[in-house]
């Protein structure tokens, strides 16, 4: 996550969507993103629930003259507006259901200057490679890491199950989510007053198709839309 090649296209494409207008980064967390698109010349805010993940920020270079609002991304306000709004890495799933996920949507729209984007990088749904009565999908096996998937889709809820190795032993850890259909997400978009403008396999804008593994998905707060903020 913290490689070049994983950040430099992500920081690459925020940064031309951005333009000279300030950003916010929703789940702004240790600063993995934030930090290079302010390299850029980007003015950078964030939002995150995590006090132990800000301070961790906090304690990098440039990572005090961030402003950052500690709350939940779905609610927490920061008082101004913004030409961009980005969430990564799969966290829209830290909000387990679907009332938060579209408040988060309406707390990105409360957040955009009219014109402005949020952008979603999220994975798509692995349960479509399960046969039927299947609910586990592993996503990596190495020696190191074993992580598997164990999804419900009557309720879209799935928990990431994570194997650690540690000299000679394994430690667990998981983490609950709920998974969303690019449909759906571009639905939430559509009651919060925006409407879908683009939509890429990954960073690099490679074309999202039926083989594509995660989409990043660009949604525009129009004109037309500035009173569907609520």
């Given at each position: 996550?913290?490689?070049?090649e994983?950040?430099?296209p992500a920081?690459?494409?925020?940064a031309?969507?951005?333009?000279?207008?300030?950003?916010?980064e929703?789940?702004?967390?240790?600063?993995r993103?934030a930090?290079?698109?302010?390299?850029?010349?980007?003015e950078?805010?964030?939002?995150d629930l995590?006090?132990?993940?800000v301070a961790?920020?906090?304690a990098?270079?440039?990572?005090?003259?961030?402003?950052?609002v500690l709350?939940?991304?779905?609610?927490a306000e920061?008082?101004?507006?913004?030409?961009l709004?980005y969430?990564?890495?799969?966290?829209?799933?830290?909000?387990?259901?679907q009332?938060?996920?579209v408040a988060?949507?309406r707390?990105?729209?409360?957040?955009?200057?009219?014109?402005?984007?949020?952008?979603?990088?999220?994975?798509?749904?692995?349960?479509?490679?399960?046969?039927p009565?299947?609910?586990?999908?592993p996503?990596?096996v190495s020696?190191?890491?074993v992580?598997?998937?164990e999804?419900?889709?009557?309720?879209?809820?799935l928990?990431s199950h994570?194997?650690?190795?540690?000299?000679?032993?394994w430690?667990r850890?998981?983490?609950?989510?709920?998974?969303?259909?690019?449909s759906e997400?571009?639905?939430?978009?559509?009651?919060?007053?925006?409407t879908?403008?683009?939509?890429?396999?990954?960073?690099?804008?490679?074309?999202?198709?039926?083989?594509?593994?995660?989409?990043?998905?660009?949604?525009?707060?129009?004109?037309?839309?500035?009173?569907?903020?609520?």
């Open positions: 996550m913290f490689a070049p994983a950040i430099e920081v690459d494409y925020l031309a969507l951005a333009g000279d207008r300030p950003v916010l929703f789940a702004i967390g240790t600063g993103v930090l290079p698109l302010r390299e850029r010349g980007v950078v805010h964030g939002i995590s006090t132990a993940m961790r920020l906090r990098k270079p440039g990572g005090a003259d961030v402003p950052v709350g939940d991304f779905a609610s920061t008082g101004r507006e913004f030409g709004v969430l990564v890495f799969n966290t829209i799933g830290n909000l387990t259901s009332a938060e996920q988060c949507f707390n990105a729209a409360r957040h955009l200057a009219t014109g402005g984007h949020f952008v979603i990088e999220v994975c798509v749904p692995g349960v479509l490679g399960l046969a009565g299947e609910t586990f999908r996503f990596d020696p190191d890491h992580g598997i998937d999804y419900d889709p009557v309720t879209q809820s928990i994570h194997f650690y190795r540690e000299g000679d032993t430690r850890g998981y983490t609950p989510l709920r998974y969303t259909w690019p997400l571009d639905l939430m978009a559509q009651l919060a007053g925006m879908l403008v683009e939509r890429w396999g990954d960073w690099d804008r490679t074309p999202y198709d039926g083989s594509s593994t995660k989409h990043i998905s660009a949604w525009q707060r129009l004109p037309e839309s500035a009173d569907s903020k609520v």
